[in-house]
């Protein structure tokens, strides 16, 4: 299968700062990546579709001006949470479309933890 | 996307087989059965998907009814590895953007 990985594993940043978290595809081009929260025992909530070379498209009730979404190379796609409050705080996964028709579902990074203090 | 239920917590013994089943009551022609499963602080994995007949790999089986209106995931012998929280996901092959509802967190017992 297809790797995705996230990075940080894990970041602390203080309150009123902003931190950027890194989603690659490893081994393929994906023109699409997703962009998931996920808070302590509850699912996973679609955030925002990040597409290559073009504007993010963000699902309803997420604020574009606070979760920035950029998808600068086919290989990468960077969320970066501004001005960063402890309700911030939670899981943040990535995932990615392979571009082949051969896989039809969707890779997943191993998650960021963030913890606003 | 067609809405899934399934039942919010199982246990299994270890070895046993772990039989985790999912409603998709209004899943339409043209859409799949994709499972996923995620063990704690890690990314959802891809285990197995399916239109309308069983299929089988690696990690699981999946039995789809004839009516497709629900679906069981199958674990054959269980490991202390598998507890996670098991998501099923309807979807169709060209979507990609993942609805996830609560899931089923298996608890493995040794």
């Known amino acids: 299968g297809a790797v995705v990985s996230q990075h940080p594993s894990w970041v602390i940043c203080k309150s009123g700062t902003s931190v950027k978290i890194e989603c690659r595809s490893l081994d393929f081009q994906a023109t699409t990546m997703f962009w998931y929260r996920q808070f302590p025992k509850q699912s996973l909530m679609l955030m925002a579709t990040?597409?290559?070379?073009?504007?993010?498209?963000?699902e309803q009730g997420v604020e574009k001006d606070k979760f920035l979404i950029n998808h600068a190379s086919l290989t990468l796609s960077t969320l970066t949470v501004t001005s960063a409050h402890p309700e911030d705080s939670s899981f943040y996964i990535c995932s990615a479309r392979h571009p082949t028709g051969g896989y039809t579902e969707a890779f997943f990074g191993q998650g960021t933890r963030l913890t606003v203090v | 996307d067609a809405k899934t239920t399934q039942p919010p917590s199982m246990d299994c013994a270890e070895g046993r087989a772990a039989n985790l089943p999912c409603n998709h009551s209004t899943i339409s022609g043209n859409e799949y059965v994709y499972w996923y499963r995620q063990i704690h602080s890690q990314g959802p994995q891809y285990i197995i998907h399916?239109?309308?007949n069983n299929e089988t790999n690696e990690m699981a089986s999946l039995i789809i009814t004839e009516d497709r209106k629900s679906s069981t995931l199958i674990l054959p012998h269980a490991t202390l590895r598998d507890t996670a929280v098991y998501y099923c996901i309807v979807k169709t092959s060209g979507t990609y953007k993942y609805i996830f509802g609560t899931g089923t967190r298996l608890k493995v017992l040794a």
């Open positions: 990040s597409n290559e070379g073009s504007k993010a498209t963000y």
């Open positions: 399916g239109l309308k």
